[in-house]
């Protein structure tokens, strides 16, 4: 745990955790199968082809850094 090595910022990381905390996070489930279909088609891991996935469900931008999946969102907008 980084509090061990870094004991004079442990009220930093309680800070932080509180803050991760109190944001106001919606869970979503996504499509397992739609979600394998997107990774198969455009050469993705499954952790990637979710976030595509969903933001097509969501019907919102995907904004990456990753030029795979900043490709893959480019190609299935309409």
Do not use: C
Request: aromatic fraction near 8%.
């Amino acid at each position: 745990m980084h509090a061990k090595r870094f004991p004079d910022l442990q009220d930093r990381f309680t800070d932080a955790l509180i803050d991760f905390l109190n944001l106001d996070i919606e869970l979503r489930e996504v499509d397992i199968v739609g979600t394998f279909a997107l990774a198969r088609r455009h050469d993705l891991t499954a952790y990637d082809a979710s976030y595509l996935w969903l933001s097509r469900e969501l019907g919102v931008e995907l904004i990456t850094l990753d030029r795979d999946l900043a490709d893959a969102a480019q190609n299935l907008r309409p």
